[in-house]
């Protein structure tokens, strides 16, 4: 069985400074690893996701995540931590050749960045 | 393009109710999702459709039922609530059911059970 683990359920930053929220996976095979945001009270946005090559994935309002097969990680970050940037986060991941229905959440990590 | 749209944003209901919570989306999308999320646990599948025509249960499907009423949208019904689905209801769509596939989520139904 697939699993995701976000080991942190809170990270606090202040603004400006560089922010990583950490995701661990565990799948018996190739992993497809993705991030979303979740703004209170609003649904899951997606950030970014990787499938296979390039293991330094960029996204949506200047993340990036980098895949690391022998640490099973696939960190998010971002250089400059913006307020806005407050929420919470998920990391999820699928199984190459599996089905979208095998999507596997983490418990989530909630962002606060610090003016 | 509105994405995926959720009807209704909130719902209080008493213990044995029934009601249907809403989802369409406008991206064409053939694969839709409907998970519940609760706090500390991550999103859970509840049910989902691989194609128009199609369902199938996901990890937690007990209490609810669900009916794609066509390419559009996917409806999910809890016939006699109970206080332990008391949650937050996000529908989301995908292209295709492969796990490559990228999923758009909705911005929820937060359902009370009394």
């Known amino acids: 069985a697939q699993s995701v683990a976000q080991p942190e359920d809170q990270v606090n930053v202040a603004e400006g400074n560089p922010l990583t929220v950490k995701c661990t996976y565990s799948?018996?095979?190739?992993?497809?690893l993705f991030w979303y945001v979740q703004y209170p009270n609003r649904g899951l946005q997606f950030l970014l996701k990787y499938i296979t090559g390039d293991n330094l994935v960029k996204g949506s309002y200047g993340f990036e995540a980098e895949f690391n097969k022998s640490q099973t990680s696939f960190h998010l970050k971002k250089p400059s931590a913006l307020v806005s940037d407050s929420a919470l986060y998920f990391c999820?991941?699928?199984?190459?050749?599996?089905?979208?229905?095998?999507?596997?959440f983490g418990s989530g990590t909630q962002l606060t960045v610090l003016p | 393009n509105a994405g995926v749209t959720q009807t209704p944003k909130f719902q209080v209901l008493k213990t044995g109710q029934s009601m249907t919570l809403q989802c369409a989306q406008d991206m064409n999308h053939n694969s839709m999702y409907w998970y519940r999320q609760d706090p500390g646990m991550g999103l859970r599948l509840i049910y989902y459709s691989a194609s128009e025509g199609t369902t199938d249960k996901g990890e937690v499907p007990n209490g609810y039922n669900v009916s794609r009423l066509n390419k559009r949208e996917f409806s999910l019904r809890l016939e006699s609530a109970a206080p332990s689905q008391t949650s937050v209801y996000f529908c989301?769509?995908?292209?295709?059911?492969?796990?490559?596939?990228?999923?758009?989520f909705g911005p929820g139904t937060r359902l009370t059970v009394l």
């Open positions: 999820a991941v699928n199984i190459g050749g599996g089905s979208a229905r095998q999507l596997t």
């Open positions: 799948v018996s095979g190739n992993p497809y």
């Open positions: 989301a769509s995908s292209e295709d059911i492969t796990s490559t596939d990228t999923q758009y």
